[in-house]
């Protein structure tokens, strides 16, 4: 069955930055694009990137551009999210999605953690 397992939350000061990463299974990883999404408290769910299955054509929301990057090894079947220059906004739930080939979601991890704090 396809699993999506996000990993590399915690806390970070502003200014910092983390690397989350999205483990993938159970469906051909490098056939798919697969998106970043979070949730900050009380918040509803916010797009924040989305890569294409060969990695070539990344999209970014206005809100992470130029901080965020998003990446993925399809040799290890792994997605990733580096982000710099946190902020406290960025505090949030992050979630890793897999697009179908139409382009909808059908598959979500359970979340990783981000706290963005002094």
């Not at 797009?47 to 551009?65: C, E, F, H, I, P």
């Amino acid at each position: 069955q396809v699993q999506l397992v996000e990993s590399g939350g915690g806390l970070v000061q502003p200014g910092g930055s983390l690397r989350l990463s999205c483990a993938a299974s159970g469906f051909t990883f490098s056939s798919y694009s697969l998106s970043w999404v979070r949730q900050a408290p009380g918040m509803g769910l916010e797009w924040l990137s989305r890569l294409s299955s060969d990695g070539t054509n990344t999209y970014y929301a206005d809100s992470v551009k130029g901080r965020f990057t998003i990446s993925r090894d399809n040799a290890e079947n792994t997605l990733y999210l580096q982000m710099d220059s946190l902020k406290s906004e960025d505090t949030a739930v992050y979630y890793c999605a897999k697009h179908t080939h139409s382009g909808y979601y059908d598959y979500w991890g359970q979340g990783t953690q981000v706290i963005v704090s002094s």
